[in-house]
T-cell receptor
Framework: GQNIDQPTEMTATEGAIVQINCTYQTSGFNGLFWYQQHAGEAPTFLSYNVLDGLEEKGRFSSFLSRSKGYSYLLLKELQMKDSASYLCAVVDSNYQLIWGAGTKLIIKP | SQTIHQWPATLVQPVGSPLSLECTVEGTSNPNLYWYRQAAGRGLQLLFYSVGIGQISSEVPQNLSASRPQDRQFILSSKKLLLSDSGFYLC?????????????FGNGTRLTVT
């Protein structure tokens, strides 16, 4: 079967750095997405990785290792508004999106 | 620019009543369209997707159905709602033929079946 694993919940302090991990086992791989979802709202696109390595976009970076079936989202200089759920999703060989259950990130002052 | 509209934002319906949720996309042609459901604290579950008018693929057998009567219109329906149909329903789109393109979501419909 296809599986995406993320921690259910993480807590971090305002101004700090947090890394949210995602491991996957899918039938094929055609890219990995990270989305942010604030409570009660729709997900919004953060990043897309299809090649190994780090993609940096402002305070957010996303890393991919295809050989390890592993990705992480790195959030720097955390702000209270970063409190949200972060969803990892993998595009499989049929170009279907396989979603993780999401990681709820709680930011404390 | 492209925009996606989904309504209503919230809905409370009794068990056994019908359902119709509508989604429209503006500023693009022949989009891929999707209906997802998200239960509280859970991941996104793909219900239906469509690559063109009248073309609907169902991912999960249930009492819901979908239709695409026009290129940029996607409708989710049910004849008789169940308690288990409660959840957060999201419509989304991405450009046709670009499976690697990110999904753009509507604001969602919070459905409570009582």
């Amino acid at each position: 079967g296809q599986n995406i694993d993320q921690p259910t919940e993480m807590t971090a302090t305002e101004g700090a750095i947090v890394q949210i991990n995602c491991t996957y086992q899918t039938s094929g791989f055609n890219g990995l997405f990270w989305y942010q979802q604030h409570a009660g709202e729709a997900p919004t696109f953060l990043s897309y990785n299809v090649l190994d390595g780090l993609e940096e976009k402002g305070r957010f970076s996303s890393f991919l290792s295809r050989s390890k079936g592993y990705s992480y989202l790195l959030l720097k200089e955390l702000q209270m508004k970063d409190s949200a759920s972060y969803l990892c999703a993998v595009v499989d060989s049929n170009y279907q999106l396989i979603w993780g259950a999401g990681t709820k990130l709680i930011i404390k002052p | 620019s492209q925009t996606i509209h989904q309504w209503p934002a919230t809905l409370v319906q009794p068990v056994g009543s019908p359902l119709s949720l509508e989604c429209t996309v503006e500023g693009t042609s022949n989009p891929n369209l999707y209906w997802y459901r998200q239960a509280a604290g859970r991941g996104l579950q793909l219900l239906f997707y469509s690559v063109g008018i009248g073309q609907i693929s169902s991912e999960v057998p249930q009492n819901l159905s979908a239709s695409r009567p026009q290129d940029r219109q996607f409708i989710l329906s049910s004849k008789k709602l169940l308690l288990s149909d409660s959840g957060f329903y999201l419509c989304a789109w991405n450009p046709s033929g670009q499976g690697h393109s990110p999904l753009h979501f509507g604001n969602g419909t919070r459905l409570t079946v009582t």
